[in-house]
């Protein structure tokens, strides 16, 4: 079953910047049509090598990592989400509408 991660204060797990909430909620309802869908981070090679792979899913896999940021839905399938645990995922769009995403690390405090 998946677990679900609201961004809890003083754990480690990916956080979103209010760019990427807004564009994840709005990919992901668009594609859809569902409130409840999201993005889904699956790791494409070995841990640590950081490549992943984005798609639109109507619901997590059962092992998935839920983080939900505001009405924004982020499913990280496991390696993603060892990977990703300390990130910070950002996202924008440029002028002729394509959107990127972008992964840093968090800022301690």
């Known amino acids: 079953m998946a677990r679900t991660y609201p961004q809890p204060?003083?754990?480690?797990?990916?956080?979103?910047?209010?760019n990427a909430r807004t564009i994840v909620k709005t990919i992901a309802s668009q594609a859809t049509g569902e409130d409840d869908a999201g993005l889904r981070i699956s790791s494409q090679t070995?841990?640590?090598s950081g490549d992943f792979a984005v798609d639109v899913a109507t619901s997590p896999e059962a092992d998935d990592q839920v983080v939900e940021a505001g009405e924004a839905r982020v499913f990280l399938e496991e390696g993603a989400a060892v990977a990703l645990d300390?990130?910070?995922?950002?996202?924008?769009?440029?002028?002729e509408g394509a959107v990127s995403f972008s992964i840093g690390n968090q800022q301690t405090v």
């Open 86 to 95: 300390d990130k910070v995922l950002d996202a924008e769009v440029n002028a």
């Open 46 to 48: 070995e841990q640590g």
């Open 9 to 18: 204060e003083g754990e480690l797990v990916l956080t979103l910047t209010d």
